[in-house]
């Protein structure tokens, strides 16, 4: 086997140094991935933003889009992420050959299951008026959707590969075409909406599509990447493309299928949530919205530790090393506490500044300034908790376990965490701070309950 593709192993020192090189390693992994998160927002927040001089009636359509557009785009993205963990196992056994099967499969499933979810975005307008939207808002949305919706096949064809990448030890690329992609994103929509440069004037359409040539950019430029540069391209990641190992593509949907409906509660959970606080006020849901884009933001700093952790615990799972899985769930635990603790804190402190950052210092914005300070205050529980959970479910795949996860899933978002967001707002009248103390506590015991799973799990393998 060439050098190139050989695992990194452990140094075979004391414990300590086991630690430390854990600890890097994992380091090493979660920052590109987090930017690469953080890259990802920062086109999409651009996309409103130029949305926005559109017109209010183009914000709240695009809102409505969005909507329609990632329930469809979870599913896919649960599935994508099976990638890692099948790989970097591949990858810590020294398989090359299951490394490029991995990919190859993602690939396949990407196109496959892109052609369905399309109907979801195309037929946009007819599900949000079934859903009670305004014929007005729906029709504006399905303008955007219908430039969106041809973007999902090569955004889920960029997940599986940046996944691969990852998984190899090499997270690199992903990020610097992100970045890249950010300011191409941000002419290439503005051209398109405003018709500059000899490009027709598509209005919403126009952002959507811009959109979707840019995720055909990015999906071209990694694929040239893995085909071309070293160390992918020692894996001949493009050879026999067209064959699909029926087998290898059973066990990614086995994997993935639960991760993608384990999202698929969360972001239901949260959608839900805004609905109880437009039940409460509209200060209420204001309110909500800054203190969930905040947290957003926050959220990619456990992501990416959560996909490093996959990685790293699927190299210890692939080269038969217990001790090593164990270790490296251990430690990326430690570093998404540590590091969320510090930005709770940060966020604790500046409340009210996050607050009047969005609704500026007037008087008439102070009610709703106070509310999200107050709700950004009961989060500081909240983010740790859904630090934890995103960082052991992402261990947990390293060992191929999603379908307990889904499991926790219903039982801490939809057991606990809606029934006492419900009653803490309604008959407790704690109102909006009721609704975020509920989501809390679900997180907490979904958290708790994969951190006992993987305890057991670990403890499984070694004995």
């Known amino acids: 086997m060439l050098d190139t593709v ?5 140094p075979q020192t004391g414990v300590q140094s086991h630690l ?6 994992t380091l090493r992994l979660a920052v590109p991935m987090m930017l690469t998160q953080l890259g990802q927002i920062a086109m ?5 933003a130029l949305i926005g001089r559109l017109g209010e009636d183009s914000v709240a359509a695009a809102a409505l889009a969005h909507t329609v557009y990632f329930v469809s785009f979870t599913f896919g993205l649960g599935l994508m992420a099976a990638v890692s963990p099948l790989a970097a196992q591949a990858f810590g056994a020294g398989d090359v050959r299951r490394v490029r099967l991995s990919l190859r499969v993602g690939l396949w499933v990407a196109l496959l299951i892109s052609l369905p979810m399309m109907a979801s975005p195309l037929y946009g307008e007819h599900i949000l008026i079934a859903l009670g939207q305004a014929p007005h808002s729906a029709a504006l949305a399905q303008r955007y959707l219908n430039g969106l919706a041809w973007g999902i096949a090569p955004a889920l064809g960029f997940i599986a590969i940046r996944s691969m990448m990852s998984a190899v030890n090499r997270p690199q690329p992903p990020l610097w075409i992100t970045l890249a992609a950010i300011p191409a994103n941000f ?7 405003h018709g500059l440069f000899g490009l027709p004037e598509l209005g919403l359409f126009g952002a959507g599509l811009g959109t979707t040539l840019v995720n055909l950019g990015t999906f071209i430029a990694a694929l040239a990447v893995a085909a071309w540069r070293k160390p992918f391209a020692d894996y001949h990641p493009l050879t026999r493309l067209w064959r699909i190992d029926w087998p290898l593509m059973r066990q990614l949907i086995a994997i993935g299928a639960p991760i993608s409906f384990s999202l698929l509660l969360e972001y239901g959970l949260f959608s839900s949530a805004a609905l109880l606080m437009g039940l409460i006020s509209t200060t209420a849901l204001a309110a909500h919205q800054i203190a969930l884009q905040v947290t957003a933001v926050l959220f990619m700093v456990p992501l990416g530790i959560g996909m490093a952790a996959t990685v790293r615990v699927g190299h210890a799972f692939g080269r038969d090393d217990p001790a090593g899985v164990r270790r490296a769930g251990l430690v990326a635990a430690v570093l998404g506490i540590a590091f969320v603790s510090a930005l709770t804190v940060a966020i604790i402190l500046g409340r009210y500044e996050l607050g009047r950052l969005f609704f500026g210092s007037d008087a008439a914005s102070a009610p709703t300034i106070e509310l999200t300070a107050r709700l950004l205050l009961v989060g500081a529980t909240f983010f740790i908790a859904d630090a934890l959970q995103t960082i052991m479910g992402g261990a947990l795949r390293g060992i191929n376990d999603t379908r307990m996860t889904l499991v926790f899933a219903a039982i ?3 057991c606990v965490g809606f029934p006492i967001a419900w009653m803490l707002a309604f008959h407790a009248d704690l109102g909006a701070v009721g609704v975020w103390t509920g989501l809390s506590v679900g997180s907490f015991v979904y958290a708790g309950l994969l951190i006992l799973r993987f305890r057991m799990l670990t403890r499984k393998i070694a004995g």
């Open 187 to 193: 002419a290439l929509v503005y051209c398109l909406i």
């Open 44 to 48: 999409i927040t651009s996309d409103l």
């Open 20 to 25: 430390t090189q854990e600890f890097v390693e």
């Open 6 to 10: 050989q695992p990194q192993q452990p």
């Open 412 to 414: 801490g978002y939809w």
